[in-house]
């Protein structure tokens, strides 16, 4: 072989290899949830959908635990770039997104079904394209689940017993406003903010669905949980519009197909802990009020439809109800 022959092939292999280089992408998947919970397993599943849709171009590394900052951090990362991809509650997103709140009223999704199908349908898709001028690409509806409290003080079973609690609630103002017609003493505070404020007593409480309540193991700083369901919680997969540029149309393509995975893996994990977690919860030392005066309860909110509706989506709000009956 010529001289000129092997380096023409040293700076064909040379090129070659550049070219692989530059076509592997890496992106942080960021969520503020243990990496075992139902955050955690739907990031997963969208980080495999990606490596198998791509032939294992893209790798989605899943940062749990709120490595990368709390929730309402996430959001401001991905609009400026340095956060890629993440899945948080609907708790600071109506700062992003006011038309957000409207799904963050009391009582207003009956059930599981009518909630995932409201937001897989036309009311769901126009939420998340309001995403896009705040420098973020809503891509799909997960989910929490429906909110219960927990605290360690006493049982609760009526609007009264929620009174002079002192209760924290995501940095939401509708959420906020209801628990303050309850009486109680709402403290907005980011998740990462949360276990460290109940283990020192800081709080009384806090309220979330089952499947949070039991992959932090709340029973270790919690005595009581009623299951109230007052709000129904959605979570949202976001991503920055800055990376979503960058991005051909065949790349995506798989990103949206990745977020149907991380959907259906979510949705799953809610389902089980929902049929398995009130036996844990008990089985872990956990009080669990079941016979709630839900009734009592919405009537006790209703003034937060009255004072917020008009602001954050009367209409809205009415179309979910219509969409249920």
Do not use: C
């Not at 980080?47 to 790798?59: H, P, R, W």
């Not at 009623?226 to 065949?250: C, F, N």
């Not at 079941?290 to 917020?308: H, I, M, N, S």
Request: proline share 4%; aromatic share 8%.
């Amino acid at each position: 072989m010529t001289l000129k022959s092997l380096i023409v092939g040293a700076l064909f292999a040379t090129t070659a290899l550049s070219a692989s280089a530059l076509s592997a992408k890496e992106m942080n998947f960021a969520i503020v949830t243990p990496p075992e919970g139902h955050y955690g397993l739907g990031a997963k599943a969208f980080a495999e959908k990606m490596n198998e849709l791509s032939n294992g171009e893209f790798t989605i590394n899943v940062m749990a635990g709120g490595s990368l900052g709390g929730e309402r951090e996430l959001l401001e990362g991905e609009q400026i770039g340095t956060i890629d991809l993440a899945m948080t509650s609907t708790g600071p997103v109506g700062s992003f997104v006011p038309e957000i709140y409207a799904l963050d009223f009391p009582f207003l999704f009956k059930d599981y079904d009518s909630a995932r199908t409201i937001l897989d349908g036309e009311i769901g898709k126009e939420l998340l394209v309001k995403f896009e001028d705040k420098g973020i690409i809503g891509l799909g509806w997960s989910e929490n689940g429906f909110r219960h409290i927990t605290n360690s003080v006493k049982p609760i079973r009526t609007p009264e017993d929620v009174q002079g609690l002192k209760l924290r609630t995501m940095e939401n103002q509708v959420h906020i406003d209801a628990f303050q017609e309850l009486g109680a003493s709402p403290t907005p505070m980011s998740w990462t903010e949360v276990l460290t404020s109940l283990q020192q007593g800081t709080i009384d409480g806090q309220e979330n669905p089952v499947p949070i309540i039991t992959s932090n193991n709340m029973w270790d700083m919690q005595k009581y949980v009623t299951l109230t369901g007052h709000v129904y919680s959605p979570a949202v997969i976001t991503m920055s519009k800055i990376q979503w540029d960058q991005l051909s149309d065949e790349e995506k393509g798989w990103i949206e197909e990745a977020t149907k995975a991380a959907v259906s893996a979510t949705r799953a994990k809610v389902d089980e802990d929902e049929a398995n977690g009130v036996a844990l919860m008990k089985e872990h030392g956990m009080e669990v009020i079941e016979d709630v005066d839900k009734q009592a309860f919405q009537d006790a909110v209703q003034p937060t439809y009255e004072r917020y509706g008009a602001e954050y989506g009367e209409e809205m709000i009415q179309r979910i109800r219509d969409a249920q009956k």
